[in-house]
């Protein structure tokens, strides 16, 4: 039976049983007892409707009350929620509808085009500018794939976040570790330039990283650290990890002395860097604006939008600050002093 007569019939049998009240004191009793499968036959032909519906596409926001406790993260966003759609497809074609993930798709799926063009670019250049092509390469790479792999798992994970719990869960997983490969990534071109001629530190800095990082991941794999109630351990985390700089900053620094660090040393980029991440961190750990004006920002604006701009900024200045310390090196011919980490 098709689906519109199986609804028309459901909703004929619903004013049958209308018409049919007031019941009798005696045939009370026996009604109850069959009115009992009788809804829970309801409920199932109301759900392959639903289910149909979202496979067409027919399916509308709802408000923050409504939605499943999985789906209740951010109860400042009042309305304009995804209902729960266990089909990718649906999932996927509503990248080009208005609902609260709309803005956090577009920002990270846009940074991600933007990530993915800048490192075929770079890749592409020709090894007469690079002192080491492929140790170059390679340093960049890295960079250029934490962040393609942090914007793709992120806006992959806000695009079928809807789908169902195990869904939603695996995928915030992903997205998570995606934030700690995009720090660890850029430390990478960031330690080997500033350390270049100083191969010691800058290893120890690198594994210290990369220590930190995969802890990071690991962490991330717990169940609970998705929930809203750890949404400030999770910004912790992240900020401790982009934190741990701070070291071989101020070795940097106290080496070569306050002037070096921020010309050559490119530290006002980085430290313009920190700031975005930072910023965004804070937003994202208190919710703010949409806490102050709860329903205001739910559609555009919203802190977890602001924060997917923010990490893509940072990032592309992260960029620019490690293009132009490979400038100097180039500028350079690779020469080493012997008193330099640079
Ligand atoms: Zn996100």
């Not at 409920?43 to 939605?67: C, H, N, Q, S, T």
């Not at 070291?247 to 010309?263: L, R």
């Not at 930072?278 to 802190?303: C, H, M, N, V």
Request: aromatic share 16%.
């Amino acid at each position: 039976m098709s689906q519109v007569g199986r609804a028309s019939k459901h909703l004929k049998g619903k004013v049958e049983e209308e018409q049919t009240c007031p019941v009798p004191q005696e045939e009370e009793e026996e009604v109850r007892v069959l009115t009992l499968p009788l809804q829970a036959h309801h409920a199932m032909e109301k759900m392959e409707e639903f289910v149909y519906k979202v496979w067409e596409g027919r399916w509308r926001v709802i408000p923050y009350d409504v939605l499943p406790d999985w789906l209740k993260d951010n109860d400042y966003l009042l309305h304009g929620h995804r209902p729960p759609m266990p089909s990718f497809r649906a999932c996927f074609k509503s990248i080009f509808r208005i609902h609260t993930e709309t803005g956090n798709i577009w920002t990270h799926l846009l940074g991600f085009v933007l990530f993915l063009f800048l490192g075929i670019l770079t890749m592409l250049r020709p090894n007469m500018y690079f002192m080491a092509p492929l140790q170059e390469k390679v340093v960049f790479g890295m960079f250029f794939l934490g962040a393609v792999l942090c914007l793709s798992f992120s806006w992959l994970f806000h695009t079928v976040y809807c789908h169902s719990e195990k869904v939603s869960r695996t995928f915030s997983k992903l997205d998570y570790s995606g934030i700690a490969l995009l720090i660890m990534g850029s430390f990478v071109p960031w330690l080997y330039y500033s350390f270049y001629c100083s191969p010691q530190p800058r290893l120890i800095y690198l594994s210290i990283v990369c220590v930190l990082g995969i802890s990071a991941i690991i962490v991330a794999q717990w169940d609970r650290f998705a929930t809203p109630k750890h949404r400030q351990t999770r910004a912790g985390v992240f900020l401790g990890l982009g934190l741990s700089g701070v070291v071989p900053t101020m070795h940097f620094t106290i080496a070569e002395g306050f002037v070096k660090a921020t010309t050559v040393g490119q530290m006002g980029w980085f430290f313009l860097m920190a700031v975005m991440y930072i910023t965004g961190a804070g937003l994202y750990a208190a919710r703010i604006p949409e806490r102050f004006f709860p329903g205001k920002f739910d559609i555009w604006f919203q802190s977890h939008q602001i924060f997917h701009v923010l990490v893509v900024a940072a990032a592309f200045v992260h960029f620019y600050g490690v293009s132009n310390l490979q400038e100097f090196r180039y500028g350079l011919e690779g020469g080493c002093t012997d008193d330099s980490l640079l």
